[in-house]
């Protein structure tokens, strides 16, 4: 595994040091961690919800409120955000691998939500907490203004009352901002533990159809981070800087300039083909700017893709921070929160159906506040085994390594085009298996690249990283031989077995390969004679 993302080199103020980011020793750390979504701004689609009376945290506490009652709903809340995230969820993450964790924050849990400026103890307690859990356990913590007073995205992430992005047009609520990262700077300037500040998240949406774009508000963007930045360096000369730009920061244009000497790039990649081309705009910016990169959100995808999307970032040198670190009954977080005996009930009402009652309604909610804790949860390994491509992971066939300078990662003897060939890798043939128009769109993030199946003839190979294998650890491979065939596969130049391929009917899946142990290595697939198309390579 990458040295880079020792929790051992968690210690010390972090800086941008050129392209990369160290620690107080000036070693390179290599982020990787989650963000808590959902722990201090919930957002409905991880309650299972997809309608807008349940999109964000001020409409998700009005219908708690409408199912249960004021008491029930204030207490409700109190023991949500005790319980959502714990020291043993820190715990677990640092268990795991991870060195960073990414704290989204509403700024109604610190400010109060009336004229002026009042603050909120009980906020700032929580996120201390946190703070505490992940010193002890060595996880660097950034802490994220993902909901700003008014609003800076202008959707249900922000918490915002009318979708309009009002941080950027109401006087109280720019002044509530810059207040409230002066307030933050203060109580949290000599904390080393804390990454860094992450000044806004997604601001400025990007608008679709219909929709009236906000982009007009762009100089207002750039004008809140040069004084909010002034405010906080009026108090804290030393975190880091964690800078984001419109668009569901994807969009490059606001960095014309360094806003900071400390500074990243934190940018976002969700439904993007899992290759180069998701990095490298960012890249040439980095490279301009000479300023590291962060990949400071992103997930929600099968966990193929996460196989190929981050140890490519990795090789890169970008950090990641995945989302969310757990939901409602998924497969592609760690923890998966089980559904609640009559968790239909609740939802229905969020559409327009009748109300459940209220002890029933409290009774369900019992039940979830119960399940949300991570002993409770069900845990997908096979989601940090994708994160950091180690035994447990599957990687897609057409996801071979990519990079040069760590040994030849693949070859191609010919270079006639595809029509559906999505990639631009010398000499190698992907082919589609199944149409696009014949596969459901499996989520609003989701990307169908995983339809393509390499297609490799004699003298062509392609090769795999797989970290930190042990005895025991195997490798095998899903394919279809067009002709009778033969292969090899080797691991770091060592040939570990010759394989005479037959065709078959459909799909077929080798038998299971040894691996030696190694924290890093290659696994070679060579083609000697006839035809074969893979479709994945399974580590076990």
């Not at 509403?106 to 004229?115: G, S």
């Not at 915002?160 to 949290?188: C, H, M, N, Q």
């Amino acid at each position: 595994m990458n040295e880079k993302f020792s929790r051992a080199r968690v210690k010390g103020f972090l800086r941008a040091e050129g392209r990369s980011i160290v620690n107080e020793d000036g070693e390179e750390v290599l982020l990787a961690g989650w963000g808590l979504g959902n722990w201090l701004l919930p957002e409905g689609y991880m309650w299972t919800a997809h309608t807008s009376r349940f999109d964000r945290p001020r409409r998700i506490e009005s219908v708690i409120r409408e199912l249960t009652g004021t008491a029930y709903a204030e207490q409700f809340w109190a023991q949500f955000r005790e319980h959502y995230v714990t020291r043993e969820d820190i715990r677990l993450m640092a268990e795991q691998g991870y060195n960073s964790v990414r704290i989204p924050i509403n700024w109604r849990l610190l400010m109060e939500d009336e004229p002026g400026i009042a603050w909120i103890e009980e906020g700032f307690r929580l996120i201390d907490r946190c703070l505490d859990w992940c010193e002890e356990f060595k996880l660097y913590a950034f802490l994220d203004l993902h909901g700003a007073p008014g609003g800076q995205t202008g959707a249900n992430i922000d918490d915002s009352i009318d979708d309009v992005p009002r941080l950027f047009t109401d006087a109280d609520s720019w002044d509530k901002g810059i207040r409230l990262w002066e307030a933050l700077a203060e109580r949290y300037k000599d904390r080393w533990i804390v990454g860094g500040y992450d000044l806004l998240n997604e601001p400025l949406k990007q608008t679709y159809g219909g929709e009236k774009s906000v982009d007009y508000l762009v100089p207002k963007l750039i004008q809140f981070y040069e004084e909010s930045i002034a405010a906080i360096r009026a108090i804290d000369a030393l975190h880091m800087l964690s800078i984001e730009g419109h668009h569901w920061a994807t969009n490059t244009s606001i960095f014309y300039k360094r806003y900071d000497d400390n500074m990243h790039v934190h940018f976002h990649r969700y439904a993007c083909l899992p290759d180069i081309s998701a990095y490298a705009e960012f890249i040439e910016l980095s490279e301009r700017l000479n300023v590291p990169l962060w990949l400071g959100e992103t997930g929600e995808n099968i966990t193929e893709w996460f196989a190929a999307m981050y140890p490519l970032a990795a090789d890169l040198n970008i950090g990641y921070n995945l989302w969310p670190w757990k939901k409602m009954n998924c497969a592609n977080s760690p923890y998966s929160i089980p559904l609640p005996d009559g968790w239909d009930k609740i939802m229905d009402y969020t559409k327009g159906g009748p109300h459940p009652g209220y002890e029933l309604a409290r009774a369900i909610l019992d039940q979830y506040l119960t399940n949300i804790q991570a002993a409770n949860c069900a845990y997908n390994a096979d989601v940090t085994s994708a994160v950091f491509r180690t035994p447990g992971c599957s990687v897609r066939a057409t996801d071979f390594d990519e990079l040069p300078g760590r040994g030849e990662a693949y070859s191609g003897l010919r270079t006639e085009g595809n029509p559906y060939r999505y990639r631009s890798k010398t000499g190698m043939r992907i082919v589609e298996d199944t149409p696009i128009e014949q596969l459901e769109k499996r989520f609003f993030f989701d990307v169908l690249w995983d339809r393509f199946l390499l297609e490799m003839q004699a003298g062509e190979f392609a090769a795999y990283s797989i970290n930190d294998t042990i005895a025991g650890s195997t490798v095998a491979f899903d394919y279809r031989a067009l002709e009778p065939a033969e292969i090899t596969i080797a691991q770091d130049g060592r040939e570990l077995c010759k394989l005479e391929l037959e065709p078959g009917e459909g799909k077929q899946r080798s038998a299971e390969i040894a691996l030696l142990a190694s924290s890093e290595s290659k696994v070679r697939i060579a083609v000697h004679r006839g035809t074969v198309q893979f479709e994945r390579i399974i580590f076990g």
